[in-house]
């Protein structure tokens, strides 16, 4: 079966960011792992937990959102309510796709949490199932997400959007299941 131009178009994006035998792409050793389903990211939690005896775990969205927002409430972005490229890695220039990519862990400054790049650089994996309507019907304090669905959720934006508004504390992106990409991957909780 010959490969789309799609598929073709998608290996070549995807050829920097691809790992071997357990080792990363060349200069790429401090960037966020990409390329990982959600299941990847689930499985990789368990692995955490297992050899460290710690509670590792995808965030839920609403700790994922609280994380971003460091301290900072009501706000569009982490940093707050004005886009500042000097503040996240996106793209501020589709014509620039191509010569784009991911930058180093906490390569732009935290946010009062003391966490880096909640906005852009990759769209992060979070453990709840997507529904449009949850938070307008779901429990208010620490809500858990709904119990199924046909998607999850990815949070933070990435350093392949243009669309500013994907970087927003509040945007949520639902995805299947399956999806993987150059653009997605996912950040660790722990709770005790």
Same mark, same amino acid.
């Given at each position: 079966m =010959?490969?789309s131009d799609?598929?073709?178009a998608?290996? +070549?994006?995807?050829?920097?960011? =691809?790992?071997?035998?357990g @080792?990363?792409?060349?200069g790429?050793a401090? !960037?966020?792992?990409?390329? @990982?389903?959600?299941?990847d990211?689930?499985?990789?939690?368990a692995w955490?937990?297992?050899?460290?005896?710690?509670p590792f775990r995808?965030?839920t +969205?609403?700790?994922? $959102?609280?994380?971003?927002r460091g301290?900072? $409430?009501?706000? %569009?972005?982490?940093? #707050?309510?004005?886009i500042?490229?000097?503040?996240?890695?996106?793209?501020t220039?589709?014509?620039?796709?191509?010569? !784009?990519?991911?930058? +180093?862990v906490? #390569?732009?400054?935290? &946010?009062?949490?003391?966490?880096?790049?909640m906005?852009? &650089?990759?769209?992060?994996?979070?453990?709840?199932w997507?529904?449009?309507?949850?938070?307008?019907? #779901?429990?208010?304090l &620490?809500p858990? #997400?709904?119990?199924?669905?046909?998607f %999850? =959720?990815?949070?933070?934006?990435?350093?392949? &959007?243009?669309?500013?508004?994907f970087?927003?504390?509040?945007? %949520? !992106?639902?995805?299947?299941v399956d999806?993987y990409?150059?653009s997605?991957g996912?950040r =660790?909780?722990?709770?005790?």
């Amino acid at each position: 079966m =010959v490969p789309s131009d799609q598929t073709v178009a998608f290996r +070549e994006l995807a050829a920097p960011f =691809v790992w071997s035998n357990g @080792v990363p792409p060349s200069g790429r050793a401090r !960037h966020p792992v990409t390329l @990982v389903t959600f299941e990847d990211a689930r499985m990789y939690c368990a692995w955490l937990r297992s050899c460290t005896d710690k509670p590792f775990r995808l965030p839920t +969205e609403a700790e994922w $959102e609280k994380a971003a927002r460091g301290g900072l $409430e009501r706000r %569009r972005f982490p940093w #707050g309510d004005e886009i500042d490229p000097s503040l996240a890695n996106y793209l501020t220039d589709s014509d620039l796709k191509l010569r !784009h990519s991911t930058k +180093e862990v906490a #390569g732009y400054p935290a &946010n009062g949490y003391q966490v880096h790049e909640m906005a852009g &650089n990759v769209w992060q994996w979070v453990s709840d199932w997507y529904a449009p309507d949850y938070y307008a019907h #779901g429990q208010y304090l &620490n809500p858990p #997400g709904p119990e199924t669905g046909q998607f %999850r =959720v990815v949070r933070g934006g990435s350093w392949v &959007n243009d669309d500013t508004g994907f970087l927003r504390c509040a945007y %949520r !992106h639902p995805v299947p299941v399956d999806s993987y990409s150059y653009s997605i991957g996912f950040r =660790v909780a722990y709770s005790e």
